[in-house]
């Protein structure tokens, strides 16, 4: 794919630097409180600081050795500043795609259009982009860069918009229409335009999006709020546990040091996710940026994992760009070159792909047509529904639909010949569209015109059909050749001959059942239905009444980014889910290590429970909360790059990462700290 | 095998084969379809005729709860002043005096609370009066709350999306009328038949073997002891309970009383599946359910069946197993089986000490009452188990990438702050009050009060540590079961555990009928390939995990202190 220029290394030096400095900024009690999970850890940090400080100052002893709570508050404030690094890191790399993205819309000069007095004479004068307002016009020519966001208002251009999409093939935008929208920092390659300015400086569309990835605005979604009350919860019942341990301990006559409750505290809450909470949501909003789509919030991206319906259009999603002449049929025994010689001529003037694709299939077989001199062409009109050729001599070539050419024969007082008739239901059964050529409205014969369907879109549909997504091919043909396109490429339902009112319908129809609906869509007459669906993906060629309607913006341009996004949407939800449940078993674990080793002195009895056979309470206690804190950057990279989605179905899926995170997460701490024992064995 | 494990076995099949039926008929009378007791609805009529009830009348959440609490503050304010005042009422042949306030004001909530905790003797803190309308009645109406309140969560997950939970009243009446004095019923019916007393004679004397003259307290106790049973209430008639000869008198009685306590629980499990027709969700949470349970009884009768090292270290046989504690007529392995079944369906009521069980037995006894959702209590061991789902719901909602949704509704902040907090509350209160206890025990153990703290234990160390943890265990599940080696009749024990049970009766009840309100009024989401289906096994697991989790990691300190370190030492 195109985006591979911006891809980032997970832990890339430059933003190394960074995120470990902002590391010590985030530190601040003030920050820290919005998690509320590392700032219970951050109080203990602060109070295993003050013991050690008054350790150090009286030389009291009561409460351990003072290497061992020195060591301690190290390692607890290793295990915040792992949390924060992971937090920051994020937000460099997300910064970083940000910046990569703004540098394509640095200060540019720009031809400014000043309107001189009423007259429509107008001056034009290079000003600075920065200095452009909205509503201004200004004008750009071949070799120019495009200085702000806005829509062609006349002209039409080439233009080169590698630089935010990564797509090297030039795209053409014209005035009117639904790619009449410009972006900032593309390059015209040929042709002029005329231009107005669409948004203020710096509150451009990606302007605002930019801003919401470097995750300066981001807000917390509701999943990542209810998540958080319930590690919090979980907090809360650990603080329960470790308060009352000490009358517990009182009655059993077992003193327990402040840094063996704060250790049993900092390692029973769930720590490796409130620390890499944060971060997994940013790295969502950067995985979708990575796959070229931007959201305008976490929210969005998060929708986009429940989506049960999506609309795709058919044309350019599940076919490639426009149909094309597959077949010609002559009736009445006619020569098949002839025929072809006739429809070329008759398409000689037809600019549409179709027309095109008419003229290059006859080519193909050998049949070539030129306009010659005294050829009068007839215009397309949506009353005749036919278009043509008057040669001189008499002979005029017909095409087009096939009722208006039957009507137009049998007006002439022509019978339609059985076998046409034949041809064209059989053609419309299997998808296709018929044409019918006539001449001098006399039936001639059938050209077949087929959609092409995208290679590998059938398995993309069934990859969706597994995560439990319906899809819905959305597309202006007739029901027949609806039906028989939406079965070949596997689509589960079709809107056909579709208005856009009909897709408003059928969205609010699915959400009125209860069903979360995604569509992608370019168009002003878009908007509504971008606007209606729960996750709209417009495309950044489309029209600025579609990008704001929407709550996505695909700069490639890729009808099918739709299935990317609600896989980056599910996947944000399963790593919150999966590190959730690996934190939480964790647990398991940390008890057997740190509750014998509490009251080993005064009920030797319990020794039995230290079934990893720790060599010392204190070592055992050291190994349980380094192991806390080391498995906070170990995660990261995961944290980061999102657990995998694999379409198995949602109970396979649970089964197998219960195993993984569920079963994993009670076993890897054993070993985990049972090894660092070990180590810590050799100096203690 | 042996005869005393197949006894067991075949209890516990009997049971689930009882209970099925009697699912599908709960079922039926509350979706008013025709049953078998159809001719009990003039009877029903006259009583919503003359309080003024319509029984069609739909309550949101809010006017169900509005509904349940108020009565059930009626309850409590008319059994605090009987009880007080019960030495100046009638049928009190044997003299007994009234109750203390603090021991009123206990034994009234302990009562009202389906709890049952007692913190006197039923032969002489209590008259035939207060016996009858007080105990008697309480156990009937808390039972009655607890199913009815029950179905007010089965509406909210029968239906698409609605306000209406159904009738308080209705199912109240329905729930006392239908299930539980027919059942009664035939239940006291076979206690008397076997030697349970059911008159209104005062003490009988006898004279023993050894040729002393004893006297025995009676009355009207079979009807009292089949409702005790089967509303999962479990204060006996006598101080001692079911381990009493007149209250238990034989191996049959003991059959139909364990029969009894397990009985509606599991019924209603069944029941929900029928209700709301979705019969694999209630095969899945019977199924995770009875896992737990079958590993508790299996713990508990290995232990009880061995015996206990400290007296083979003295070189007595043990061949009946560890039989301090125990009744010789029922023995070790269906005394084990009651202690479970007991526990987990916070019945409270017992037929051998729970003191003298062996320690890992008395671990398993405490740690099923912090479950307290294996079956549970009459109705609200569901509601409990509900709380569980709904954060096995959304852990493993997000493990699946899906935002968390139970039965069409998507669990979101407010829900899981809810139970979050019932979560909580139970490790709080639990903890918290024992922490106090054991405060007082440590440091202030001589302080001038009624009973002063150095003499609460009767045991030192952890087995007196287990006695505590206990009686604040007991009164959160609302179970009323002791470890009877604590001095618990004084203020301190019956107010502390007072609160203790209000706050464990009451939230737990009014926060899964939130949740179910909050949820049921949202949009429904029809199921699509993508859901995690909740009445999948898979699921059925995530529950277990959730349970066995949250439980470990709660209580597994405190349980290491108690039970535990007394297990070590002792083996």
């Known amino acids: 794919m195109a985006t591979k220029k911006r891809a980032i290394k997970l832990f890339e030096p430059e933003l190394i630097g960074t995120a470990i400095r902002q590391s010590f900024v985030k530190l601040n009690p003030v920050l820290m409180v919005k998690n509320p999970v590392m700032f219970t850890v951050e109080i203990g940090t602060a109070v295993m600081l003050a013991v050690a400080l008054f350790q150090l100052i009286t030389g009291d002893r009561t409460q351990g050795a003072l290497w061992y709570n020195t060591t301690i508050f190290v390692i607890l404030l290793l295990t915040v500043l792992f949390a924060n690094f992971a937090e920051a890191l994020a937000e460099a790399r997300g910064k970083a795609q940000a910046e990569s993205l703004r540098k394509t819309r640095e200060d540019t000069p720009a031809k400014k259009i000043f309107p001189v007095g009423e007259m429509e004479v107008n001056e034009v004068k290079v000003v600075h982009s920065s200095q452009l307002r909205k509503g201004d016009l200004f004008l750009c020519e071949a070799g120019d860069i495009i200085p702000m966001d806005g829509e062609i208002v006349e002209g039409l251009a080439t233009i080169d918009e590698s630089a935010i999409t990564g797509e090297s093939a030039p795209v053409i935008r014209e005035a009117g229409g639904d790619k009449s929208s410009v972006t900032g920092g593309t390059k015209v390659l040929s042709d002029r335009i005329k231009v107005r300015v669409t948004t203020e400086p710096g509150e451009s569309f990606l302007d605002k999006m930019i801003a919401l990835v470097e995750g300066a605005s981001r807000q917390k979604t509701p999943n990542e709020i209810a998540l958080t009350i319930l590690l919090a919860a979980f907090t809360l019942i650990f603080i329960i546990v470790c308060v009352t341990l000490k009358p517990f301990a009182d009655y059993a006559n077992t003193p327990i040091s402040i840094a063996a409750f704060i250790s049993l505290f900092v390692c029973l809450i769930p720590t490796t996710i409130g620390g890499l909470l944060s971060a997994i949501g940013i790295a969502g909003m950067d995985r979708a940026l990575r796959a070229n789509v931007i959201a305008k919030s976490g929210k969005a991206v998060e929708t986009a994992g429940d989506v049960d319906v999506l609309l795709l259009d058919k044309t350019g999603t599940i076919t490639i760009g426009n149909r094309k002449a597959t077949h010609f049929y002559p009736v009445n025994g006619m020569e098949e070159k002839e025929f072809m010689q006739l429809t070329a001529l008759s398409s ?29 062409f007839i215009k397309f009109t949506a009353e005749t529904r036919s278009s043509g050729v008057h040669i001189p001599g008499g002979m005029t070539i017909l095409k087009g639909a096939f009722d208006a050419i039957r009507d137009k024969a049998a007006k002439a007082g022509n019978a339609v010949p059985a076998e046409t008739a034949e041809k064209v239901r059989l053609i419309s059964s299997n998808g296709g569209t018929p044409l019918v050529v006539a001449v001098n409205n006399e039936i001639k014969g059938v050209i077949e015109l087929q959609d092409i369907i995208k290679p590998g879109i059938q398995e993309r549909f069934e990859r969706l059909r597994k995560m439990g997504v319906k899809t819905v091919m959305v597309t202006g043909d007739n029901p027949l050749t609806a039906k028989y396109i939406a079965e070949v490429a596997g689509v589960d339902d079709f809107i056909a001959e579709a208005k856009p009112e009909d897709k408003m319908n059928y969205i609010r129809k699915e959400q009125q059942s209860g069903k979360l609906v995604a569509m992608m869509g370019d168009g002003t007459n878009d908007a509504p239905a971008l606007a209606q669906a729960d996750v709209g993906v417009s495309m950044n060629s489309g029209t600025q009444a579609a990008k704001e309607a929407g709550n996505m913006v695909d700069l490639d341009n890729d009808p099918t980014k739709l299935i990317e996004v609600v896989e980056i949407g599910k996947q944000l939800l399963i790593t919150r889910g999966t590190l959730t449940t690996f934190s939480i078993a964790n647990d398991v674990a940390k008890y057997f290590a740190i509750v014998p080793a509490l009251f080993i002195a005064s009920i030797p009895a319990l020794q039995s429970l230290n079934i990893m056979g720790l060599k010392s309470p204190e070592s055992a206690i050291l190994s349980a909360v380094i192991f806390n804190a080391l498995i906070i950057p170990v995660l990261i990279p995961l944290a980061l790059k999102g657990v995998a989605y694999k379409p198995i179905g949602a109970s396979a899926l649970l089964r197998r990462n219960l195993l993984i995170y569920g079963l994993g997460g009670v076993l890897v701490p054993f070993i985990g700290i049972k090894g660092i024992d070990l180590l810590l064995g050799l100096f203690m | 095998m042996n005869n005393e494990i197949s006894g067991v076995i075949l209890l516990f099949l009997l049971t689930v084969i009882l209970a099925y039926p009697l699912g599908k008929y709960i079922a039926n009378v509350f979706s008013g379809k025709k049953t078998l007791t159809g001719f009990l609805n003039p009877v029903e009529r006259f009583i919503f005729r003359v309080s003024g009830i319509n029984p069609a009348e739909p309550m949101n959440w809010k006017q169900f709860l509005k509904a349940m609490l108020t009565i059930n503050l009626l309850w409590l304010v008319y059994g605090f002043f009987l009880l007080i005042f019960q030495d100046k009422l009638p049928m009190n042949p044997d003299g007994n005096p009234g109750q203390t306030p603090d021991l009123a004001f206990n034994t009234a909530i302990s009562f009202l609370v389906n709890c049952n905790l007692q913190h006197y003797s039923g032969e002489s803190g209590l008259t035939y009066f207060t016996q009858l309308f007080v105990v008697t009645f309480l156990q009937f109406v808390s039972a009655g709350t607890g199913i009815a309140v029950l179905i007010g969560l089965f509406n909210g997950l029968k239906e698409k999306t609605t306000n209406n939970l159904g009738n308080f009243w209705n199912y109240l009446v329905k729930s006392i009328t239908r299930i539980l004095l027919p059942l009664s019923v035939i239940v006291a019916l076979l206690l008397a038949f076997n030697g349970t007393p059911a008159g209104f004679g005062g003490k009988d004397s006898i004279v023993t073997l050894q040729g002393d003259s004893v006297q025995v307290s009676r009355g009207p106790a079979a009807g009292m002891i089949a409702i005790k049973q089967l509303g999962t209430n479990g204060g006996g008639w006598f101080g001692v309970n079911s381990a009493h000869p007149l209250e238990n008198p034989n191996y049959f009685t003991n059959a139909v009383e364990t029969i009894s306590i397990l009985l509606i629980p599991i019924a209603l499990v069944f029941a929900l599946g029928f209700y709301i027709n979705r019969k694999k969700l209630a095969r899945v949470i019977f199924g995770v359910m009875t896992f737990l349970f079958v590993i508790f009884c299996s713990i508990n009768i290995y232990y009880e069946m ?4 400290a007296i083979d270290k003295l070189g007595v ?53 912090m479950v307290n959702a294996l079956y549970g209590g009459v109705g609200v061991g569901l509601l409990n188990y509900f709380i569980f789902i709904i954060i096995a719901v959304f852990i493993s909602g997000l493990m699946v990438g899906r935002t968390p949704e139970f039965m069409g509704h998507k669990v979101e902040a407010r829900e899981i702050k809810i139970a979050a907090l019932v979560t909580l509350l139970s490790a709080f209160l639990i903890k918290g009050f024992t922490a106090l206890a054991a405060y007082m025990v440590a440091h202030h153990p001589e302080i001038a009060w009624q009973v002063k703290p150095g003499a609460w234990l009767n ?37 502390t555990t007072g609160i203790v049970l209000i706050l464990g009766r009451y939230l737990p009840i009014i926060a899964p009928i939130a949740i179910m309100g909050l949820l049921a009024n949202k949009k429904f989401i029809p199921e699509s390939p993508g859901t995690l289906r909740t009445d999948s096994g898979t699921f059925g697991m995530m529950t277990l995990a959730v349970i066995i989790i949250i439980t470990a990691l709660s209580y597994l300190p405190a349980l290491a202190l108690g039970p535990l370190a007394e297990y070590f030492s002792l083996y």
């Not at chain 1, 299939?361 to 050829?375: I, R, Y």
């Not at chain 2, 125990?326 to 005394?335: D, I, S």
């Not at chain 2, 045991?459 to 006695?467: A, C, D, I």
């Open chain 2, 459 to 495: 045991n030192p160390s952890y087995h007196g540590f287990s006695e505590m943890l206990y009686e604040y265990t007991s009164a959160n599940a609302n179970n009323g079961s002791g470890f009877e080696g604590l001095g618990d009749n004084n203020p301190f024990w019956n107010i």
């Open chain 1, 348 to 376: 000689l003037a037809d600019d549409t792909p179709e027309g095109k694709s008419v003229i290059e299939l006859a080519a193909q077989n050998g049949v070539q047509a030129k306009t010659e001199a005294g050829m009068s």
């Open chain 2, 317 to 369: 046989a043990q061949t009946a197993g560890s039989m301090e504690g125990k009744e010789v007529r029922f023995g070790a392995a269906a005394t084990a089986l009651w202690s479970v079944a007991t526990t987990s369906t916070s019945n409270g009521s017992v037929n051998g000490m729970h003191d003298s069980l062996t320690p890992i037995s008395g671990g398993v006894v405490i740690l099923d009452m």
């Open chain 2, 306 to 309: 061995k015996g206990n090292p």
